[in-house]
Structure formats: C-alpha cells, structure tokens
C-alpha cells in the first residue's frame, strides 16, 4: 500500500514532465516553421514555389533522416522484436513469415508460384519506377525499399503487380537468418520475411518521402503469400505458430497504419530446386 504514492510520484516527475513539455513546444516550433517558409514562399511567385521544393527536399532527405537515426539509436531495440527497420532507423513492416529451405528452393517455389524477383535498388531502376508510376505503364520488377532485419538489408524480395499498376502490388522482402538462430520460442528457421501490399504511392508521414503506402490489414497478405507458395506444389507445407507475437496495432517507417492478429506460419520449401531440376529432365 505504501509503495503506490512513490510509483505515482515517478510517474508524473518534473523532469518527464519538462521532457514532454518541451518535446511537443519544439514539435509547434517545426510546424510553425514550416508554415513561415510556406507563407513567405508563396509571395515570390515562381521562385518561392522553387524555394519551397528545396525546402521539401533537405527536409525530407536529409534533415528528418538524420534526425530519427539519432533518436531511434537511442530508443530503438537493437534486438529481435519481430519488425524491421528502415535505413533511417525507424521500425518498419512487421515480420509475419518464416520459412525452412535453401535459397534454391525458395527462387524455385517462388517462381513457380508465380512471382516475380524485384531488381536491386539503382539509379536506373529508381528512374524507372519513377516514370512508370507518372505513365503508369508496367514494371513488373520494379525495386523495393531497403528493410533491415540483423543489421543487414533484405536478401532480395518479390512481388507481384495488380494490373500493370506499378503503384499496386503484392511484394514480400526476405532475409536470411543467423546461423544458429533460432526464433523466440525455440523454432530453426532459415528465412524470415515480410508480406505486405502496396495500395497507392504517397508521402511519408515521418519523413515526407515519397513512398508507396501499404494496406493496413497485413494479415491478409500474409495469407496470400502463404495460399500462392502452398498452392506452387505438393513439395510446400505450411505450420502456425499462433499467437507468435501479441495481437497489435501499429504503424510501419512510413507511418502507414498495420494490424496483426500475431500469428506467424512457417513455410516448408526444402526440396523444390530438386524437384524442379527432376520435371525439367523429365519433360526434356
């Protein structure tokens, strides 16, 4: 009984308090800056709508990257918590498949399944899906954004588009687990990966980027993923770990909103190169 007044006291201290206090006066000052650059740029004519991309672009590219790297070293797990994160440290798409199998295998099923490697990330293929999102004709291999899980970027990632749309599409990133890891429970797997669908191109809410926007229902892609690879032949098995994480409500690196019910199927593809290398002899 004792002890609840000192929690309480704790809880609501002076410092914490100034802390937030300050916190939400520099986050009015940011706002109120940027409606003084807005304003005054309007009154130039052509050369303040100039000034005001170049505003936008050291902003959004350079000034609220670095600025979240700072902040996300200091608050940010440096351990596996189920999300990854983006190149500028904030937590990205939740990790809502896990898979058993050589990289063979996985570009075996995968193909089979019928999808699509995207290309790496490149001045070229950047310019690309820039002009094919504008004329909206098809990329089929357009790039995805760098995700990172272990400290390293995804091994490559897949997609499939909507519609010739290249603003809509099915994508999944994969990494490679650690040698020896084992997922938080006590499972071995060989892959972790993300599922997600890409619903419209937008602006991020945390950085002002440009940048596709995900649809919040992750769950549905992660069954998709999940229908389309057992759907790719008998050699593909599939086990839930239900209620792998706690259900939850979040938001991803571009501050799209994802909800998840925590459960996390892990997919056998062992044997599907071999498989695929024994029906192409076959068929030869």
Same mark, same amino acid.
């Given at each position: 009984?004792?002890?609840?007044?000192?929690?309480k006291?704790?809880?609501?201290?002076?410092?914490?308090?100034?802390?937030?206090?300050?916190?939400?006066?520099?986050g009015?000052a940011?706002v109120?800056?940027?409606?003084?650059?807005?304003?005054?740029?309007?009154?130039?004519?052509?050369?303040?709508?100039?000034?005001?991309?170049?505003?936008?672009?050291?902003?959004?590219?350079?000034?609220?990257?670095?600025?979240?790297?700072?902040l996300?070293?200091?608050?940010?797990p440096?351990?596996?918590?189920?999300?990854?994160r983006?190149?500028?440290?904030?937590?990205g798409?939740? $990790?809502?498949?896990?898979?058993?199998?050589?990289?063979?295998?996985?570009?075996?099923?995968?193909?089979r399944?019928?999808?699509?490697?995207?290309?790496? #990330?490149?001045?070229?293929?950047?310019?690309?899906? #820039?002009?094919?999102?504008?004329?909206?004709?098809?990329?089929?291999?357009?790039? $995805?954004?760098?995700?990172?899980l272990?400290?390293?970027?995804?091994?490559?990632?897949?997609?499939?588009?909507?519609?010739?749309?290249?603003?809509?599409?099915?994508h999944?990133?994969?990494?490679?687990?650690?040698d020896?890891?084992l997922?938080?429970g006590?499972a071995?797997?060989?892959?972790?990966?993300?599922?997600?669908?890409?619903?419209?191109?937008?602006?991020?809410?945390?950085?002002?980027?440009?940048? *596709?926007?995900?649809?919040?229902?992750?769950? #549905?892609?992660?069954?998709?993923?999940?229908?389309?690879l057992?759907a790719?032949?008998? *050699? $593909?098995?599939?086990?839930?770990?239900?209620d792998?994480?706690?259900?939850? *409500?979040?938001?991803?690196?571009?501050?799209?909103?994802? *909800?998840?019910?925590?459960?996390?199927?892990?997919?056998?593809?062992?044997?599907?190169?071999?498989?695929?290398?024994?029906?192409?002899?076959?068929?030869?």
């Open positions: 009984m004792e002890s609840f007044p000192s929690q006291r704790r809880r609501f201290s002076v410092t914490t308090f100034l802390d937030e206090f300050f916190f939400i006066v520099a009015v940011a109120w800056l940027g409606w003084l650059l807005l304003s005054d740029s309007l009154r130039f004519g052509w050369f303040g709508i100039l000034y005001f991309f170049v505003f936008w672009v050291v902003l959004a590219y350079l000034t609220l990257p670095r600025l979240h790297r700072i996300t070293n200091i608050y940010v440096d351990y596996f918590i189920g999300r990854t983006t190149s500028d440290g904030l937590l798409d939740p $990790v809502n498949l896990a898979l058993r199998g050589t990289e063979a295998d996985l570009h075996a099923t995968l193909a399944a019928g999808w699509t490697r995207a290309d790496d #990330v490149t001045l070229r293929s950047s310019l690309r899906i #820039v002009t094919s999102t504008v004329s909206r004709s098809s990329y089929p291999e357009a790039p $995805v954004s760098p995700l990172f272990f400290g390293r970027m995804q091994s490559f990632a897949y997609q499939q588009e909507v519609a010739g749309n290249p603003a809509k599409r099915h999944v990133r994969f990494w490679r687990t650690p020896g890891w997922l938080p006590g071995l797997v060989d892959w972790l990966a993300a599922g997600t669908f890409d619903r419209a191109v937008g602006f991020s809410l945390f950085t002002l980027q440009i940048t *596709h926007r995900i649809d919040a229902n992750i769950d #549905v892609e992660r069954d998709f993923v999940v229908q389309s057992t790719a032949g008998p *050699h $593909v098995s599939v086990e839930h770990l239900r792998f994480s706690t259900g939850y *409500h979040s938001r991803n690196g571009g501050g799209d909103s994802v *909800h998840t019910d925590g459960d996390l199927p892990i997919i056998e593809v062992a044997a599907a190169a071999t498989e695929a290398i024994e029906g192409a002899t076959h068929h030869g």
